[in-house]
């Protein structure tokens, strides 16, 4: 049977002018490009802007996280990820931002005892912060960690209650655990509704400790760093011979935990792997590149 007149007009194509535009008419919605600072030492310097001043070029440190950027951190276990989310959510608190951080692994009591240990290590009182840090608590509601509609209409009432600028998701693993082939299903709707609500925001991922160190691949496989603006891949490797004890200069036994921006289309970045240190009082700290560092080891 042929299908019916309207089934035809739906299915071919036509064109939308709508989206079409020179740049000149896109200028007015540009928004302008700071940096948020992330709470993380070492980290801020390593995003940057190019500008031309009298014909020379030169770099500018943006300061942060690009602002209005989705950044995606991820990392096997026990490489400071949750730190950097919590660290950046603590920062912008005291500068006097609303952050919303919506966990899915640890129910929110546990969530602020944490918190009240990142901000005495950052020297922040917990007054200081208390008001403007909005917790969803995904981990302990299955209606919202389970159903991603559900999730981004809770959050949307969080930003407009609390006019929430930044947001935090440790971890988006959790939002598709046990159907990993729906995660660009997943991050794609939460990239989109971040983009919506001019959120700078850090979506936290946990990768299979199977998957090659320092790249980008989330967990299950299923890549999400072409959706997102940006990825920081953080990892460890532990000191088991004594080539790697020259040269990393650590004793056998000992972590070594390392980090790197594997790419950022907003703004420009340090490409070079870094130290990455995990302090005594429970902070990310990144270093210097281990290209500087290495031929002092060996």
Not at 260 to 277: A, K, N, Q, Y
Request: charged share 20%; proline share 6%.
């Amino acid at each position: 049977m042929p299908p019916a007149p309207d089934d035809v007009t739906q299915r071919q194509p036509r064109a939308h002018p709508e989206s079409v535009a020179v740049l000149r008419d896109l200028t007015a919605e540009v928004p302008e490009l700071h940096g948020m600072p992330s709470g993380v030492k070492g980290l801020d310097t390593l995003f940057f802007v190019t500008k031309l001043e009298r014909g020379q070029v030169r770099t500018v440190p943006l300061g942060g996280y690009p602002q209005r950027g989705v950044l995606h951190i991820t990392g096997v276990p026990d490489t400071g990820k949750s730190l950097m989310g919590e660290q950046f959510a603590v920062q912008q608190a005291a500068l006097g931002h609303p952050v919303c951080l919506v966990t899915t692994e640890q129910p929110a009591p546990f969530l602020v005892a944490a918190l009240r240990q990142r901000a005495a290590a950052m020297g922040v009182t917990f007054a200081q912060i208390e008001t403007r840090i909005v917790v969803i608590d995904a981990a302990s509601n299955a209606a919202l960690r389970d159903d991603v509609p559900s999730l981004l209409s809770t959050l949307a009432h969080a930003i407009k209650s609390y006019r929430v600028k930044a947001t935090v998701i440790d971890s988006v693993t959790g939002l598709y655990e046990a159907k990993e082939m729906l995660a660009r299903q997943v991050v794609r709707a939460l990239y989109t509704f971040m983009k919506k609500w001019y959120q700078t925001a850090l979506f936290i991922s946990q990768k299979r400790s199977g998957h090659e160190e320092l790249t980008a691949e989330a967990a299950g496989g299923y890549a999400v760093g072409h959706i997102v603006d940006g990825t920081l891949v953080l990892t460890k490797k532990e000191i088991l011979s004594r080539y790697e004890q020259s040269l990393y200069g650590k004793p056998l036994g000992e972590l070594v935990r390392l980090f790197r921006i594997d790419g950022c289309r907003l703004c420009g970045h340090d490409t070079r792997v870094h130290w990455l240190e995990i302090t005594p009082a429970g902070l990310v700290e990144i270093g210097p590149p281990l290209a500087a560092v290495l031929p002092k080891a060996t």
